[in-house]
């Protein structure tokens, strides 16, 4: 497999507009864990949540293609874990652009609003 660039191919503007967006998905988590290479975000099992992560997962996919993302749906309407995975710390960068930049908090498991 050809080795992919860890460059995001947003223009300053449109790197503007995602922020937004991933600041406004970073309200709706209710859980964080992070390892070096990866981090997974909770979320209440709602279809507009659904529906949320997967726009981001779409519009990541384009820009960032050296990311990998996971959507697991817990059955009967139970929580939305979405995880992301990279490496050389690829996976940070994105975790950065969701405004998760408290080192106390990111070390381990927390609960964002409490960031």
């Known amino acids: 497999m050809t080795e992919i660039p860890i460059a ?3 223009d ?3 790197l503007n507009k995602r922020q937004d967006e991933l600041n406004t998905l970073r309200q709706l988590v ?3 864990r992070q390892t070096p290479n990866e981090f997974s975000l909770r979320f209440d099992g709602s279809t507009e949540n659904l529906m949320a992560i997967a726009h981001v997962i ?3 996919r384009l820009c ?3 990311l990998k993302f996971q959507l697991t749906v817990e059955p009967g309407l139970g929580s939305l874990w ?3 995975t990279g490496s050389n710390d690829s996976a940070r960068f994105l975790l950065t652009m ?3 930049d408290n080192e106390d908090c990111c ?3 927390c609960i964002p609003s409490q960031c």
């Open 107 to 109: 070390n381990s498991s």
């Open 82 to 84: 979405f995880e992301v």
């Open 8 to 10: 995001c191919t947003l």
């Open 30 to 32: 209710r859980e964080m």
């Open 64 to 66: 960032c293609p050296f």
């Open 58 to 60: 779409a519009q990541e």
């Open 12 to 14: 300053k503007n449109a």
């Open 98 to 100: 969701f405004g998760f």
